[in-house]
């Protein structure tokens, strides 16, 4: 008899331990609880961390987490106002603040991932779509940049090395996405804490696009000290020519004095010598008789003479006083 009953008690307290395990449960401090039975809620959320008590075997336990949750966007091409394709990804932290709307609506976490991915797409999109590529990538308006110093006054009137000015930019168009996506989110009882653009990429097909017009603003630039480099050279080589010219000048002038003054100074000796008496000025006229005779008769000379002249008598008397070879 005893030992049925020792049996009898085990099995009772082990139905009593059973069952006081499927009725009490623990919230813990970064989850709340929904309760349900047979598949429907009942009773309100409980938020409160502690041990709980619910209708054993009837009732499940379906914990929800209530700490702000991550969400990370995957990079989707999408097109701006200015019909430029770019590649966006977004982040955004959440959390839910009505977990019986959250647990009747989405069930679980990861089908709360896949509907944000819905709504957070589709809200960038139409964001993108409604401003232009500079709204998107830019955030400060009034931004003043570092330009080239060496920018000449009409290349900074084209524009080249400034900033395209903006009307809104990029916090502006988060905000926008931000308005847009918490109105849709809460219905299912999640309130977005924040949404931001993580990484803006140009696509494949705008690349080339955007690399040429870098390219030609740096050519443009390049161009215009070659021209510069070029002018600059002109202007140096025409310095040296025309210093080399005033060089050659003076030097030419210094020269022609110097002979002017050694010929005045040769004819000032030769008149000192040879006006002394006439037979000083008979022998110069003989000399120079023989100086010309000298540059103007050569081997094949053919001279026309009158019988008067005294070139003619001289050479005359020359010949008739050079000895006979036969005698």
Do not use: C
């Amino acid at each position: 008899m005893k030992s049925y009953l020792i049996v009898g008690g085990s099995i009772l307290a082990a139905i009593v331990g059973v069952t006081l395990y499927s009725a009490l449960y623990t919230v813990n401090e970064v989850e709340q609880v929904v309760i349900t039975q047979f598949g429907k809620p009942v009773g309100e959320p409980i938020r409160e961390a502690g041990i709980q008590l619910k209708m054993p075997f009837v009732q499940q336990v379906n914990f929800i987490d209530k700490r702000v949750l991550e969400w990370e966007g995957t990079p989707s091409d999408m097109p701006t106002k200015d019909k430029l394709y770019i590649s966006v990804s977004l982040y955004a932290r959440w959390q839910v603040t009505d977990p019986l709307q959250y647990f009747l609506r989405l069930g679980d976490e990861r089908s709360a991932q896949s509907r944000l991915d819905d709504i957070f797409g589709s809200e960038t999109r139409n964001a993108v779509a409604t401003h232009e590529l500079i709204e998107i990538i830019r955030t400060t308006k009034d931004r003043q940049p570092l330009r080239d110093s060496s920018l000449t006054e009409a290349e900074k009137e084209q524009n080249i090395g400034s900033l395209v000015p903006i009307s809104m930019g990029r916090l502006v168009v988060e905000q926008d996405i931000f308005n847009a996506a918490a109105k849709k989110v809460k219905v299912f009882g999640i309130e977005l804490m924040d949404i931001r653009f993580k990484r803006i990429n140009y696509n494949e097909s705008v690349r080339p696009k955007i690399y040429e017009r870098m390219i030609s603003e740096r050519r443009q630039i390049a161009e215009r000290f070659l021209s510069e480099g070029k002018g600059e050279a002109a202007r140096i080589q025409g310095n040296r020519e025309r210093d080399l010219d005033k060089i050659q000048s003076e030097a030419y002038r210094a020269v022609t004095e110097i002979r002017g003054k050694a010929d005045a100074k040769a004819a000032a000796i030769y008149a000192s010598a040879y006006n002394k008496n006439d037979q000083a000025v008979a022998f110069y006229a003989f000399t120079r008789s023989l100086q010309a005779l000298e540059l103007a008769l050569s081997q094949n000379t053919t001279l026309v003479l009158s019988t008067d002249s005294e070139l003619f008598q001289y050479l005359q008397h020359t010949q008739a006083s050079e000895p006979n070879p036969k005698n």
